[in-house]
């Protein structure tokens, strides 16, 4: 069983940054890949962002291209999601995901592995 914990999520104003965190209870390599998800209330958990363990070849959902990075320090087992220009639509419950099991990455069913979750709240 793996175990995920998030962390870093809190309160910013539009425009502000945060960095979340995610330890992993294994090597980061044993799990093929990780993301970042996302729920605000009333919707659907929404896939964030993908790393590939092996590669670090990433992917990004459109609406967060080129504002937040996904990385990953192998060595801390750790995974990050820094997140730039934030804006309210990006409220929401942040979530770490390990071992893709495919097909879609951006998809809830897609993984094998969750954490609980950390608050992402932006304000305007």
């Known amino acids: 069983q793996v175990q995920l914990v998030e962390s870093g999520g809190g309160s910013v104003q539009a425009g502000g940054s945060l960095r979340l965190s995610c330890a992993a209870s294994l090597s980061i390599y044993k799990t093929n890949s990780m993301g970042w998800f996302r729920q605000a209330p009333g919707k659907e958990r929404e896939g964030v962002a993908v790393?590939?363990?092996?590669?670090?070849?990433?992917e990004y959902a459109d609406s967060v291209k080129e504002r937040f990075t996904i990385s990953q320090d192998n060595a801390e087992n750790t995974l990050y999601l820094q997140m730039n220009s934030l804006k309210p639509e990006d409220t929401a419950m942040y979530y770490c995901?390990?071992?893709?099991?495919?097909?879609?990455?951006?998809?809830?069913?897609?993984?094998?592995?969750w954490g609980q979750g950390t608050q992402v709240t932006v304000s305007s």
């Open positions: 790393i590939r363990a092996g590669s670090g070849t990433t």
């Open positions: 995901a390990a071992t893709w099991v495919g097909p879609n990455w951006r998809l809830f069913e897609a993984w094998r592995y």
